[in-house]
């Protein structure tokens, strides 16, 4: 224990840090660790909550990777894409209810109309919702997968400002067991470079608990986003999918269930305590797999909600995992939330503000 608070105490963190940290399991020494985190958020960050509104506004993906229920091999449900004007509009009504951001995420498309599809949304979004409180109108991330560095400039030019694109595992042995030979881990990691090379404020995270994946991995995964200088994180639990070649671990999934929730807590506590000042999202998944998980995410250091704003009768068509379309009422969802955050943890969900990651402004110089 007193090893624990002796590597709580430093300034910067070594592989063999991050492992003992990781590897915590008393309710103690993971008390310590929630401690720290929540007092790191405080200096670097501060104890806001910030929202980005999220629009899944296409499940049409030419990726194959074996965890995934978007999958293309999977044949079992219907595509959609959201007509523009409708994207446009679940924007500004967003906007209306007091989100400042929003993310617009869809399956991997990669050809000029959908680029086009995009840059237009994008660009038509920041001009309408401009207003008095939102000077520069809605802060905008994209989530669209790998594109060329030209399609990544052109939706940047469009207004967009942050991009979320997951190494999914910074190992690439791991990486490669779980995606087919044509989707490739150093196309994965260019594509970072590039969102960075651009200037988006550039997000990336891994999924936890993916068959075979160790301490060592994830320990691997925080200094990557370390050494990437990452500016935002959005991790979340492996989920079964029953539609994919990963289905035959679903005892194991459920068997391992508790610990990879836990295992997900103490990644959000660990990458705040060495990262610092970037954003880290307790992403949706977390309430896939145990009740209230997001807010545990965000009593762990998470400071970044996602609530889902995709209309309806298409929540079902985006089902990346089983158990994925729990949240039904949003507006209520997000001031309930916002609600108890406050009572339980004096956190305050901020609306009206983009909430952009302290870390992207702080690292500017030397890009
Ligand atoms: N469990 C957890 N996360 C998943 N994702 C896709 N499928 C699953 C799953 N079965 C995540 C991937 C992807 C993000 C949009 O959803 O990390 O980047």
């Known amino acids: 224990m007193n090893r624990l608070k002796k590597i709580l105490d430093r300034k910067s963190f070594s592989k063999e840090d991050i492992i003992t940290m990781l590897s915590l399991t008393s309710d103690h020494d993971i008390d310590l660790i929630c401690k720290k985190a929540n007092a790191v958020l405080l200096d670097h960050i501060g104890s806001g909550i910030y929202l980005r509104g999220l629009i899944e506004f296409s499940n049409i993906c030419s990726c194959d990777c074996y965890y995934c229920g978007l999958?293309?091999?999977?044949?079992?449900?219907?595509?959609?894409?959201?007509?523009?004007?409708?994207?446009?509009?679940?924007?500004?009504?967003?906007?209306?209810?007091?989100?400042?951001?929003?993310?617009?995420?869809?399956?991997?498309?990669?050809?000029?109309?959908f680029t086009e599809f995009v840059a237009d949304c994008v660009n038509k979004i920041k001009q309408i919702t401009k207003s008095d409180s939102l000077p520069d109108g809605l802060g905008i991330t994209l989530c669209c997968?790998?594109?060329?560095?030209?399609?990544?400039?052109?939706?940047?030019?469009?207004?967009?400002?942050?991009?979320?694109?997951?190494?999914?595992?910074?190992?690439?042995?791991?990486?490669?067991?779980?995606?087919?030979?044509?989707?490739?881990?150093?196309?994965?990691?260019?594509?970072?470079?590039?969102?960075?090379?651009?200037?988006?404020?550039?997000?990336?995270?891994?999924?936890i608990g993916l068959p075979g994946q160790t301490v060592d991995h994830l320990t691997e995964d925080i200094i990557f986003f370390r050494d990437m200088d990452i500016?935002?994180?959005?991790?979340?639990?492996?989920?079964?999918?029953?539609?994919?070649?990963?289905?035959?671990?679903?005892?194991?999934?459920?068997?391992?269930?508790?610990?990879?929730?836990?295992?997900?807590?103490?990644?959000?506590?660990v990458s705040r305590i060495v990262l610092k000042d970037v954003n880290i999202a307790a992403t949706t998944a977390l309430d896939a797999i145990e009740v209230n998980g997001r807010e545990l995410g965000v009593s762990f250091g998470a400071n970044v909600l996602m609530p889902l704003l995709t209309p309806e009768n298409h929540r079902a068509g985006y089902k990346l995992y089983e158990g994925k379309t729990i949240i039904d009422n949003i507006a209520e969802d997000t001031a309930t939330f916002a609600q108890k955050m406050h009572e339980k943890f004096e956190r305050i969900v901020i609306f009206d503000k983009w909430g952009d990651a302290p870390h992207y402004f702080n690292n500017k110089i030397g890009r």
């Not at 959005?234 to 671990?249: A, E, F, K, Q, V």
């Not at 068997?255 to 836990?262: A, E, G, I, V």
């Open 231 to 269: 500016d935002m994180l959005g991790m979340g639990p492996y989920i079964h999918h029953n539609n994919t070649p990963l289905s035959d671990y679903k005892a194991l999934w459920e068997k391992n269930r508790n610990d990879t929730f836990l295992m997900s807590m103490k990644m959000i506590a």
């Open 71 to 113: 999958r293309k091999s999977n044949k079992d449900f219907e595509r959609y894409i959201l007509k523009k004007n409708d994207i446009i509009a679940i924007a500004i009504n967003a906007a209306k209810k007091g989100f400042a951001s929003i993310v617009l995420q869809s399956g991997e498309i990669q050809n000029e109309k």
């Open 145 to 207: 997968g790998e594109q060329s560095n030209d399609v990544y400039a052109k939706w940047f030019d469009a207004g967009a400002h942050r991009y979320l694109l997951r190494i999914e595992s910074s190992d690439r042995k791991l990486f490669e067991k779980f995606h087919p030979p044509g989707q490739s881990y150093r196309s994965r990691y260019e594509c970072l470079k590039s969102l960075k090379s651009i200037g988006y404020q550039t997000g990336t995270g891994v999924i």
